[in-house]
């Protein structure tokens, strides 16, 4: 029986160094069957010859290709899918940041679990913090209403945190997963229009999420899958401001063309942030004053 082609599409953009750690944790894995695409989103510090100069004599089945300039994440991993579409034709479509690194029988576990389960469209591992090994970053359940949604998109994620109930014992249907690592069925991802391209910086696993909602596929948690995950790394090099420019972006288009939530409830989100933050603002005033 043949063995199924995975397609893994890394985005880099002047991170050569958790790039080559990424792909020497790929090296070790123990699923035989894949082609590992680094789509280098326009670096400006060599990146791209770097990782090449690396892969020499490492045996990985490996291409770099180059973007030219900063696509953002969901234009850059379609620069990626589109090149594996034309090129291998996979069966599965992993996209994988850049800073995570995964446990040698990552893939293989949630590829069974994709061939075993025809109506899960795409699969996800539990994801470990890099330095602590800790879990942090955790699929949703369900889709966001208001109070769900107050909560988990302001400063009050920490509550949020909370109601977050997720079996780790044993695979289950969620309604989203963390962005750092979606292994996608190629079907599925195909159906939705890969990425959406409108898009940036933020809230792609959201978008992606309710697409494949409403096409009937479903996502599927497997936490005997792990990766390890750099918290934040992957964006930090870009400025705060540019980075929040981005992320509000993102989230009007998520709001406005993906779910269509009406003024009121899109009113209500900002209200509750500006709220909260003038509160945090004048609380750190007052810490600064001396008495």
Request: charged share 25%.
């Amino acid at each position: 029986m043949s063995v199924p082609s995975v397609a893994i599409i890394i985005l880099n953009w002047n991170g050569w160094q958790d790039t080559l750690e990424c792909l020497e944790s790929l090296s070790k894995t123990s699923y035989p069957n894949y082609q590992i695409i680094v789509v280098d989103n326009g670096s400006t510090d060599g990146s791209a010859e770097k990782i090449e100069k690396w892969s020499v004599g490492k045996g990985l089945p490996l291409i770099v290709i180059r973007a030219g300039s900063n696509l953002g994440f969901a234009r850059g991993n379609n620069h990626g899918i589109r090149y594996a579409l034309e090129k291998y034709d996979p069966q599965y479509i992993l996209a994988l940041n850049n800073d995570a690194l995964v446990e040698p029988d990552c893939l293989k576990i949630m590829i069974d679990r994709l061939e075993e389960d025809k109506r899960a469209g795409l699969v996800g591992p539990l994801i470990l913090d890099y330095q602590d090994k800790k879990s942090w970053l955790r699929p949703l359940p369900k889709r966001l209403n208001l109070i769900t949604y107050i909560l988990f998109a302001t400063q009050l994620y920490w509550v949020f945190s909370r109601y977050i109930s997720i079996d780790r014992s044993e695979p289950s249907y969620v309604y989203e997963l963390p962005g750092c690592c979606l292994l996608f069925r190629t079907k599925a991802l195909v159906d939705i229009g890969l990425f959406d391209e409108q898009t940036f910086l933020g809230w792609e696993e959201f978008i992606v999420a309710e697409k494949l909602y409403r096409l009937g596929w479903r996502s599927l948690f497997v936490p005997q899958s792990r990766i390890y995950h750099k918290t934040g790394q992957s964006t930090s090099k870009l400025p705060n401001r540019e980075k929040l420019r981005r992320f509000l972006q993102s989230e009007r288009y998520y709001q406005t063309a993906i779910m269509r939530y009406n003024i009121f409830f899109r009113a209500v989100i900002r209200l509750v942030r500006s709220l909260i933050f003038f509160f945090m603002t004048l609380t750190r005033c007052g810490k600064a004053v001396p008495k």
